[in-house]
């Protein structure tokens, strides 16, 4: 099935009309819009094309003239049922036409048409008829059959999140909250396999409003944050009662152990706002006989529930301090944390005690953080839906700090913010 987008674009530009200013409820309303143009532009199959169809059979056609087209044509005064006959064609490829010749081959097999006041034609005639439709209705069903036919495929879950990021501008992970893919041969793209349910359908709009929750700026700019730590003050190194961390007195804490309970996450950072962040880590390596140190770095929601990813692998030089640096998009409460790679164990690390301990370890004199990083305020990801349409605070009952898009003419606005969204989802020119 294929929704048209003019059908999409005035159901919800009316929806958004709903409210006072027309943008009350473009929050609530788009999400419908957005899983509307992303799924709709995608369940759709090509139709095969007939192209070796017959003419009408020349005494197929004599016979019909000589019946019937003197109470059901295009010359007939009133033709009876408004069923014209001249007006079909030989494209039984085409479900209406196709219907319409067998209603033809029904009526006048059964002897009810042409009426008892009219001529019937000869069995020869008849028959002419007959098997005229019964030949192009086979010989469509064979072609159709012999071209093949296409199965509706949605997205699977790696190219919707692929869509929706591409659409709204921004990198945000929605494969997570769908339901794993059926697959079929090993491969998670093939149209059999890919069902859809109600389920599917309620996670894909939760999916969209995730998404349009991350690309729309509904507060101000989050205040720029520049602070550096010391890992001494963070939490794992703190609270652990297993001795692996050794301390200097310049705040540099040593890490001898490769444990991954023993990972320190810079817990004295939880970022409030999602957004891109840059930080800096001066590490070297110790009793390492000036050779480098591994380590790690993972980013995301830390804990045995947390999601998160690796941002990657990087060298400690043995001989001196050296500053790494990096940026990474985190979400709200999100955070990062290091562990080395290679070392002891935990346990053969504490049964020496980290201050006796002279096996090799990466030391680590402080992480500085800096964000969120904007190049401007709303983001692209904002602008890219709403323009440069203006903000204004929201109303007394929503929390004081919330800002909404507003409009001097919210039809006009409305419109060519569903009209630009759409060209960017059904990727062509849609019409008004």
């Known amino acids: 099935m294929l929704i048209s987008p003019t059908f999409s674009m005035l159901f919800f530009a009316m929806a958004i009309m709903m409210s006072s200013d027309g943008f009350f409820y473009v929050r609530k309303i788009f999400p419908f819009a957005l899983l509307f143009f992303v799924v709709s532009g995608l369940l759709r199959a090509e139709q095969p094309v007939l192209t070796s169809l017959p003419l009408i059979d020349a005494k197929a056609l004599v016979t019909l003239k000589t019946h019937c087209y003197s109470c059901h044509s295009q010359s007939s005064e009133k033709p009876r049922g408004n ?20 209603l033809v081959f029904k009526k006048m097999k059964s002897g009810e048409m042409p009426p008892k006041e009219k001529t019937k034609p000869t069995e020869k005639e008849s028959f002419s008829v007959f098997d005229w439709i019964n030949s192009s209705t086979k010989l469509a069903d064979v072609q159709r059959l012999k071209e093949g036919r296409v199965v509706l495929r949605r997205l699977n879950n790696i190219e919707y999140e692929n869509t929706m990021r591409d659409l709204l501008g921004v990198p945000v992970e929605l494969r997570g909250l769908l339901p794993q893919d059926g697959s079929a041969n090993g491969f998670d793209n093939i149209g059999e396999a890919l069902h859809t349910s109600s389920f599917l359908m309620d996670k894909y709009l939760e999916g969209a409003d995730k998404g349009l929750k991350t690309a729309i700026a509904n507060l101000p700019q989050p205040p720029l944050i520049k602070k550096q730590y010391s890992l001494k003050d963070m939490h794992p190194v703190k609270t652990t009662t297993e001795k692996v961390f050794r301390h200097q007195d310049d705040g540099t804490v040593i890490c001898f152990s490769s444990s991954a309970w023993q990972a320190v996450g810079l817990t004295s950072f939880y970022p409030p706002d999602r957004g891109k962040y840059k930080f800096r880590i001066s590490a070297s390596g110790f009793q390492s006989q000036s050779k ?11 804990g045995m529930t947390g999601k998160n990813n690796l941002v990657g692998y990087f060298d400690a030089p043995g001989d001196k301090p050296t500053v790494l640096e990096f940026t990474e998009e985190l979400e709200p409460r999100a955070t990062i944390r ?13 049964k020496i005690g980290a201050d006796s301990y002279d096996g090799p370890g990466l030391a680590v004199q ?39 898009v507003t409009s001097a003419d919210p039809e006009s606005d409305a419109g060519k913010i569903l009209r630009s969204f759409a060209r960017r989802a059904f990727r062509r020119s849609v019409s008004d």
């Open 366 to 404: 402080w992480v500085e953080v800096e964000g969120p990083l904007y190049e401007s305020w709303p983001p692209p990801s904002h602008r890219r839906i709403f323009g440069d349409l203006p903000t204004k605070a929201a109303p007394v009952y929503n929390y004081s700090k919330r800002v909404e």
């Open 338 to 350: 290091i562990l080395p790679y290679g070392l002891a164990s935990a346990q053969a690390v504490h």
């Open 83 to 102: 069923f014209k006959l001249d007006q079909l064609t030989s494209n039984f490829e085409d479900r209406s036409n196709r219907d319409a010749w067998q």
């Open 292 to 302: 480098p140190v591994v380590y790690r770095i993972d980013a995301g929601v830390m």
